[in-house]
């Protein structure tokens, strides 16, 4: 074969594989809200504990929580964590409709309000689970913040889907 051959059959397949490439991209990356994990104060014996349901209808991993309180001339303090599975693993899965309570804030001394974040992820997808292999190993500092971000949000660097619930502020005092 001539070479101005293999150059005109190249300019011919290379746009039907880029469209490829693109369809495949496209479709593994549609906007989607994901699932929803949903939480709120529980009252006990000492206080108060958060109880976290797994609404969705897969496996969610629970991977971070938060705990914001505002004192009454409105101060914040965070309080972050992160929540340990079983061992070997980054997070606690919860089944779907399961319920577990994950943290337990004392009875205030003094009225304040609080409100809980939580971090968690679920399985991508086996195309997003294959190139999250390659993904991984650029290094970070070659991409833009934003791009990195996007892209452990979207499944392409774990492939594990990740997303945050950040509660309302609760007002809790020192009598409920």
């Not at 070479?3 to 005109?8: A, F, L, P, T, V």
């Not at 693993?89 to 994950?102: A, W």
Request: aromatic share 8%; net charge positive; hydrophobic share 40%.
């Amino acid at each position: 074969m001539t070479r101005r051959r293999q150059k005109m059959i190249l300019w011919a397949v290379a746009p039907v594989g880029l469209l490829l490439l693109a369809v495949c991209i496209r479709v593994s990356t549609r906007p989607s809200a994901g699932p929803q994990m949903g939480f709120g104060l529980v009252r006990t014996d000492f206080g108060f504990a958060l109880s976290v349901t797994n609404s969705a209808t897969i496996p969610l991993g629970l991977e971070i929580l938060n705990t914001e309180l505002k004192d009454a001339q409105g101060r914040v303090n965070t309080s972050t964590g992160t929540i340990i599975g079983p061992p070997k693993t980054r997070f606690l899965t919860l089944s779907p409709n399961e319920t577990v309570q994950v943290n337990r804030i004392d009875r205030p001394l003094t009225p304040l309000s609080l409100r809980f974040t939580i971090g968690y992820s679920w399985d991508a997808g086996s195309l997003r689970n294959a190139v999250s292999s390659v993904v991984s190993r650029v290094p970070g500092s070659w991409l833009p913040r934003w791009f990195s971000e996007w892209l452990k949000k979207n499944g392409w660097i774990d492939g594990r889907c990740h997303r945050l619930n950040t509660g309302p502020w609760v007002a809790i005092g020192v009598d409920t």
